[in-house]
């Protein structure tokens, strides 16, 4: 394999009604999700090997999940099953523009009950990139699990890639998850943070204020308006997104990093930001595609539906 993820593997319930509340919503369709998880699957269906480092519920949910990532080609060696706790539940309402608000079920779940000692870290070995979010930074024991994962992938001298993915209610308050989020930064070469995250963590649009000595590249996704680079060359680009009509955006910052993944392992480690237009390009359409079908993993697209849609756009 090339990708090994580590995180949150959940049950996304998105509302089947636009502009509501998650109160008023008369419905929910179920779709597999989890920040990490949603980038392994990505990732095979673009036509790479991924492994998935993660717990849910001994339950029906977490069973069902461990089946879909199975089905994708997804390697789960490294997923554990608890009978300590559920699989997480997260109930996704959708604005009329199609962005989020989330009321999550994980009091605690499953994947916050991780330890160090189930973490069948021999799967990074051989490997070219370990991915993880900030999620597993909230608490203890998962938060132990992630440091100690981080600390065995660069002893293997493995890429590191962080999606410091906010999530304010479910840290203690605003300065804990900075705090928190900010921390994954010192592991990573390979970071990537919204126009959001990055005004949350900076106070403002600096992107090299979240510089580390770690860090080698830095994207900022803005949605519709595409993303920018910046290299620690001192290369920085800026591409336009893909013009789509958004129905459910769950998942698309994931789809981006397994895109921007996809161009990292496709081009090579030390010879990638020579293609960084080409490979954001990319990443935009598999992020943008995925903003076109309700769910996070349901709406992840084949290489091969990417291809068209750039080919489309000449």
């Known amino acids: 394999m090339s990708v090994v993820c580590l995180g949150e593997l959940l049950i996304d319930f998105v509302s089947l009604e636009t502009g509501v509340g998650v109160g008023d919503a008369s419905g929910f369709q179920k779709a597999p999700g989890g920040a990490p998880a949603n980038v392994a ?3 095979a269906r673009l036509g790479h090997e991924s492994a998935f480092l993660g717990q849910v519920g001994d339950d029906p949910f977490g069973h069902y999940l461990a089946g879909v990532l199975e089905q994708e080609g997804v390697d789960i060696r490294g997923l554990r099953f608890s009978a300590e706790a559920r699989t997480a539940l997260a109930f996704v309402s959708l604005r009329a523009d199609g962005e989020r608000s989330f009321v999550f079920y994980r009091h605690p779940s499953a994947d916050m009950l991780l330890r160090p000692g189930d973490l069948s870290l021999d799967l990074l070995d051989q490997q070219a990139i370990f991915h993880f979010g900030s999620i597993t930074l909230i608490a203890n024991p998962v938060r132990s699990a992630t440091l100690g994962a981080l600390q065995y992938a660069q002893s293997r001298d493995l890429l590191i890639s962080y999606d410091p993915n906010l999530r304010l209610a479910l840290w203690p308050d605003a300065d804990a998850a900075r705090e928190g989020m900010r921390l994954g930064l010192n592991y990573a070469q390979i970071v990537k943070v919204s126009a959001e995250e990055l005004e949350f963590l900076t106070g403002a649009d600096h ?14 996704t ?15 680009v800026h591409i336009p997104g893909h013009a789509v009509e958004a129905v459910d955006t769950t998942g698309a910052g994931d789809a981006f990093v397994a895109g921007l993944l996809h161009g990292i392992l496709t081009h090579g480690r030390t010879d990638y930001a020579a293609k960084l237009p080409e490979i954001l390009y990319f990443a935009n359409a598999v992020g943008a595609l995925t903003t076109t079908i309700r769910g996070a993993i349901p709406a992840l697209p084949p290489r091969e539906r990417v291809e068209q849609l750039i080919r489309s756009a000449g």
Do not use: F, M, N
């Open 41 to 43: 699957v990505a990732l």
């Open 222 to 236: 803005r949605g519709a308006e595409g993303a920018s680079a910046y290299h620690k060359s001192g290369l920085e």
């Open 207 to 220: 992107p090299r204020a979240l510089w580390q000595d770690a860090t080698e590249l830095l994207i900022v």
